[in-house]
Structures are given as C-alpha cells and as structure tokens.
C-alpha cells in the first residue's frame, strides 16, 4: 500500500499576487491585443484575477511524492515521484528579488522533449529554504529504501511464516546436494 502521509504542506507569500499581476501586465504591454485589455487588467480586473490564482496554489510533500497545483483557467496539477527530482535550484530574478520571492526549480528525470515537461516552477514558497531541505531530505530516504529493496519491511506473521518455509527449503536443498557428494 502506498504511503501518502503529508509531510510538509507549503504555505506561499502574498507577494505573489502583485508579482503575477505585473508578469501579466508586462506581456500585456508587449502584445498588441494586450493594449486593449490593460485598462480593464489595471483597474480590478487583474487584481482579482492574481487574487483567485494566488488561491490555486498548493504544494505539498509527502512520504513518495511531491505534489503541485496551479491555475485559473489552465490548471496544472502535477505529482512527481520524489525518486525523479534530479535537480532542485532557486531562480532570483530582480523582479523576484524586489518582492522578496523565490522561485522553485524542480527538474525531473525522463520527460524531456522541447516543451520543458521535466521542469516545474513553484514561486513564492514562504521559507522556501527549509522546504527545499525537506524535499531533498524525504528523497535521499526514498532512494535509500529503494536500493535497499524494500518499500514497506515486512512484519506480519504471513510473510514471516513464507521467510521460514523459503529458509527450510534451501535447507533441505542444501543437505540434498551435501549426500549427492
């Protein structure tokens, strides 16, 4: 059985909405079609609009799994196996730095391919730090219960008594080959 128990939840800064709100409006600014919505987008329409997406975001750790969701009209909602996470960097840019924001990179093995599927940004992440460390600390544990060969260890009477058959046998086995010689 899978192991879906929350480990972190993150919580994310309200920054985010003035900085989706100014992402927006800039490429408004350089599309043509864009100068015609930017009066309604400045007086309340993208306020609300970075408002309601700022309430989309979720992102959450748990046991085998790093889960994240976003979007209004497009929503993504994407789970990687902690066990994929290649690599886990901080983007910064001056935007960012000037509301005090982080960006999440979380690169992912496999999924390649020219539309970027082995990425997913998580922005504004409140202690993105420490989170950061929780992911990477739940993935070094994963990993090592991997190459282990286990999953869950088996503690029920029924694999014990399987154990012990399998242990007899070999035994018999062994005396077998012993007489054979």
């Given at each position: 059985m899978e192991n879906n128990e929350t480990?972190?939840?993150?919580?994310f800064n309200p920054k985010v909405k003035t900085y989706i709100f100014l992402v927006v409006l800039f490429y408004l600014i350089v599309s043509f079609i864009g100068?015609?919505?930017i009066p309604f987008w400045i007086f309340g329409l993208g306020q609300w609009l970075s408002n309601k997406f700022f309430h989309t975001l979720s992102c959450e750790l748990t046991a085998k799994q790093l889960k994240f969701s976003k979007g209004l009209i497009l929503h993504i909602e994407k789970t990687i196996p902690l066990e994929n996470i290649q690599d886990l960097s901080?983007?910064?840019?001056?935007?960012?730095?000037?509301?005090?924001?982080?960006?999440?990179?979380?690169?992912?093995?496999?999924?390649g391919g020219a539309h970027g599927t082995n990425?997913?940004?998580?922005?504004?992440?409140?202690?993105a730090e420490n989170f950061k460390m929780?992911?990477?600390?739940?993935?070094?544990?994963?990993?090592?219960?991997?190459?282990?060969?286990?999953?869950?260890?088996?503690?029920?009477?029924?694999?014990?008594?399987?154990?012990?058959?399998?242990?007899n046998e070999l035994s018999e086995i062994k005396q077998i080959l012993k007489n054979k010689q």
């Open positions: 480990i972190s939840k993150a919580t100068w015609i919505i901080f983007i910064g840019g001056p935007l960012l730095r000037w509301f005090g924001l982080t960006l999440i990179r979380v690169e992912t093995a496999g999924g990425m997913m940004s998580i922005p504004g992440i409140n202690d929780a992911i990477l600390s739940q993935r070094e544990k994963v990993i090592k219960e991997k190459s282990m060969g286990y999953s869950v260890p088996a503690t029920n009477n029924t694999s014990d008594k399987i154990l012990l058959d399998i242990k």
